[in-house]
């Protein structure tokens, strides 16, 4: 079955250091793989998303994600990290069984120190 | 930049009460999507809809559950006689085509059942 895996459910990091958030899919075929930002109170945006190419993808904000097939991977990341970026990541796969739709990961809670 | 809209923002009712729960897709988008986010838990996929009708639905998409385009804009879900547990963020979402198109969210109707 097609699943989304974000297996840190909450991360602290301090103001300026790096980031990498963990995400792990379980798909079939090609997948096609996003990245989402939500903070508080407000709806999904999308931060990157990867179809095909180059498995290194840039995405708004300074962020960027590595597709790595081998290991079923799509993690997120960012050099150094602001305090406006606190918030909850969701990695999530689109799928084509049925009709295309999008299955979640459980989401990551971003805390940042200041 | 074009945008998802939703409407209202929050609504609360009495279990038992019907509730509607209004979207504005992007205007030349063709797919439209129900998802819902239970507080603290992942997002998940209701409905698809394409063509004036229901693509796919989950599970959870029972007999109290609706959706219609009933004009050129808009796309409604309607929740007949609302449960406990149907309290969530619903988040409203169109994409141009499918598969692999990016899915646009809205900023989601908070519905608080009591």
């Known amino acids: 079955a097609q699943s989304v895996t974000q297996p840190d459910i909450h991360i602290t990091v301090s103001e300026g250091a790096s980031l990498e958030l963990r995400c792990n899919y379980s798909y079939g075929a090609t997948p096609y793989l996003f990245w989402y930002v939500q903070s508080p109170g407000q709806g999904l945006q999308l931060l990157l998303k990867?179809?095909?190419?180059?498995?290194l993808v840039q995405g708004i904000k300074g962020f960027e994600a590595e597709f790595k097939r081998s290991q079923s991977s799509f993690n997120l990341r960012k050099p150094s990290v602001h305090w406006s970026d606190a918030a909850e990541y969701f990695c999530?796969?689109?799928?084509?069984?049925?009709?295309?739709?999008?299955?979640f990961g459980t989401g990551t809670r971003l805390k940042v120190l200041a | 930049e074009p945008e998802v809209t939703q409407t209202p923002s929050h609504q609360v009712t009495q279990m038992g009460q019907e509730v509607i729960l209004r979207c504005v897709p992007i205007?030349?988008?063709?797919?439209f999507y129900w998802y819902r986010q239970i507080l603290g838990q992942k997002v998940e996929f209701l409905v698809s809809?394409?063509?004036?009708?229901?693509?796919?639905k989950s599970e959870i998409f029972d007999d109290q559950f609706s959706v219609e385009r009933p004009d050129g804009s808009n796309f409604t879900l309607k929740i007949r006689s609302t449960k406990l547990e149907d309290s969530a963020m619903y988040f409203c979402?169109?994409?141009?085509?499918?598969?692999?198109?990016?899915?646009?969210f809205g900023p989601g109707t908070r519905l608080l059942v009591l």
């Open positions: 999530a796969v689109g799928v084509s069984s049925g009709t295309y739709k999008y299955i």
């Open positions: 809809f394409y063509n004036n009708e229901i693509s796919e």
């Open positions: 205007s030349n988008h063709l797919y």
């Open positions: 990867y179809f095909s190419g180059d498995t």
């Open positions: 979402a169109s994409s141009e085509g499918q598969p692999g198109k990016t899915q646009y």
